[in-house]
């Protein structure tokens, strides 16, 4: 059963026994009221009927000229003036109470003077009123039967049609609630219809927003739920396109040093007469091939395991760390006759000081493979805006436009056969970018070709720090 189809039989239920509770209690209010009238009009008419006979029994001895009747013409007198008193509506009965006037017990008491009764009869339901009168030296019960079967029936007849335009009225407000319920509930069909598009696929769907109750915001978060799962499949379909090509691309750059080593290893073997210098030769070139291969893996160790686990970050001073760095560097450029530039400022970060380490020596590497030799490579610690930021700079040969966007991508390579002939291995980059983040820190790259590039890393200060 759908919410509208409850909500319309539990207030149409609702509806009808409210409607018939009240017209019963008004009814059963309006019968008692009538009752009680009636019963006070009998007792009143019993009353009135006492005094007419006593006044007939006066006019009756002055006829007779006596000052006190006989039994005998009492009781005819009282007889004659009760049926001449009697008409449709009501009955007159007068009897004579005996007692025993030496007994005080046999004497009417004083709760029997008068009462009111409401008796079932074959001739239906009346009310019974009764009073007690004295007269000419004896006690006489005045009793007047009075009918109220039509008091009765008026309110059956009245029960039924409270009955029957209860449900005329009903059916009305049924029709009625029936069109505000299927009105009210027609944003949730709407709803209904979104939920299952999204179940479906269908994450482009956006629900009409109308007013500002209740349905019209669980619309909004309804919009605002698809739009994330949207975001998040993005996300997911990105990573995983991401992951297939790092896959791809990482089992080409594996195979081809593996190409290598296994290609002049069985030149060894399989020639017969190696001279001094081609076994050099081959030596050489197989021993630079496992070097990158050890490289390659190392890197990739290093990429896979910053995404398994969080770091445990220690507060650790960068000016010391980068002259330790630099003069671990010094042996490597001299090589190149790279001269490095430095100007550090005291500064104190969060920071894992092995991987904080190859960051660096990775980001100086590249910057003197890019370089010429002979050419600097600036490195410039500051303070900046609540930050440390660290610019390492050369004035090599740059990165072209196209290719800056990309660089950062594992196995990337802007030049494959100048980055594997400087024992590169396409994930430096993306490594440095990884550990970067990592410490909870921005990577930025500014190139131009033919004039240089600098990398430009930020991360938040340690509040109090020097």
Aim: aromatic share 6%; with cysteine.
């Amino acid at each position: 059963m759908k919410l509208w189809q409850k909500i319309f039989l539990l207030t149409l239920l609702l509806t009808i026994l409210a409607i018939n509770t009240v017209s019963v209690v008004l009814l059963t209010r309006n019968q008692t009221n009538a009752l009680s009238l009636a019963k006070d009009n009998a007792q009143m008419l019993c009353s009135s009927v006492a005094s007419d006979l006593q006044n007939e029994i006066l006019h009756k001895k002055t006829i007779l000229g006596k000052n006190i009747l006989t039994e005998k013409e009492l009781v005819d007198c009282l007889t004659t003036t009760a049926a001449e008193l009697e008409n449709e509506q009501y009955h007159i009965l007068v009897s004579q109470i005996k007692a025993d006037y030496g007994s005080l017990s046999s004497l009417p008491r004083k709760d029997q003077f008068a009462s009111t009764l409401l008796v079932q009869s074959s001739e239906g339901t009346q009310i019974q009123a009764e009073t007690t009168t004295f007269l000419e030296g004896h006690f006489f019960r005045v009793l007047i039967q009075y009918s109220v079967s039509q008091l009765f029936a008026q309110f059956h007849d009245d029960l039924l049609f409270c009955q029957y335009y209860s449900g005329v009225v009903s059916f009305a407000v049924a029709v009625i609630l029936l069109i505000a319920i299927m009105a009210i509930t027609r944003p949730l069909n709407r709803l209904e219809i979104a939920a299952k598009n999204i179940a479906g696929g269908n994450y482009q769907n956006r629900i009409e927003v109308k007013g500002s109750d209740e349905i019209a915001e669980l619309s909004k978060q309804m919009n605002m739920m698809s739009a994330a799962i949207k975001e998040k499949i993005t996300q997911i379909e990105q990573i995983s396109e991401n992951r297939e090509i790092f896959i791809a691309n990482m089992a080409h750059e594996l195979k081809t040093p593996l190409t290598s080593i296994l290609g002049f290893a069985d030149l060894l073997k399989i020639k017969s007469n190696v001279s001094e210098d081609e076994r050099r030769e081959f030596a050489s070139i197989i021993a630079a091939e496992a070097k990158r291969l050890r490289l390659l893996s190392t890197k990739l160790m290093e990429l896979v395991s910053l995404g398994e686990d969080a770091l445990q970050l220690t507060p650790t001073p960068l000016k010391e760390l980068l002259e330790k760095i630099i003069e671990e560097f010094a042996p490597i450029s001299e090589e190149k006759h790279c001269m490095v530039e430095y100007e550090l400022e005291n500064v104190t970060i969060n920071a894992d000081p092995a991987l904080f380490t190859s960051l660096i020596l990775n980001l100086m590497d590249n910057a003197r493979k890019a370089s010429e030799s002979g050419q600097a490579i600036g490195i410039r610690l500051m303070r900046k805006e609540g930050n440390a930021v660290i610019l390492i700079r050369d004035y090599g040969r740059g990165i072209p436009a196209e290719h800056l966007q990309h660089v950062t991508e594992a196995f990337y390579m802007v030049d494959k056969a100048r980055s594997r002939g400087a024992g590169g291995a396409g994930v430096g980059l993306s490594l440095c970018k990884a550990i970067t983040e990592a410490h909870h820190g921005t990577f930025k790259i500014d190139s131009q070709e033919h004039v240089g590039t600098t990398v430009t890393l930020t991360f938040p200060i340690i509040e109090g720090s020097l």
